[in-house]
């Protein structure tokens, strides 16, 4: 298939993906720090509900966190364009000619890893399908030399 000639694919972040994993992680985050603040309280002799406190307050913080992480993430748009991988971003538009990228992967947290020739990486967050969106980006970028 021509590079050229392939119709343009685009990829934006998805809210709906963004608030699933912050409540995902928030309440894991919030029960492996409970169990642990529990267990330091048996062992201490502290209060187990100021532990709980703790582990609630540290987990608003990672949540608060995650929040900053979508603010600079969410007005990100992702195209593929006459042999191009295009961001454009808080920072400007950045092109990467698609005959530089040399790996593309969906990582086990949901993100779509891009590897380029020169071993610099490229995530893409929140996408709601990034197991087809790696594949639509390697298949746009063709066959390698191996």
């Known amino acids: ?5 392939q119709q343009a694919l685009s990829w934006a972040p998805s ?26 309280a048996l062992l201490t002799g502290l209060s187990e509900l100021q532990m709980i406190a703790a582990a609630f307050s540290l987990s608003l913080a990672f949540a608060a966190e995650d929040a900053v992480n979508w603010q600079n993430a969410k007005d990100d748009r992702w195209q593929i364009d006459r042999g191009l991988l295009i961001h454009d971003g808080p920072d400007g538009r950045t092109q990467i ?4 990228v040399a790996k593309v992967r969906k990582t086990w947290t949901g993100r779509v890893l891009i590897t380029l020739a020169s071993g610099q990486k490229v995530l893409i967050r929140y996408l709601p399908y990034p197991r087809q969106t790696a594949a639509q980006i390697e298949a ?7």
């Open 140 to 146: 746009a970028c063709g066959p390698r030399d191996s």
């Open 15 to 40: 809210r709906a993906v963004f608030l699933r994993r912050v409540v995902l992680a928030g309440i894991l985050t919030f029960a492996a720090l409970a169990m642990l603040g529990v267990g330091v």
């Open 1 to 5: 298939m021509d590079r050229i000639g």
């Open 97 to 100: 000619p698609l005959t530089k």
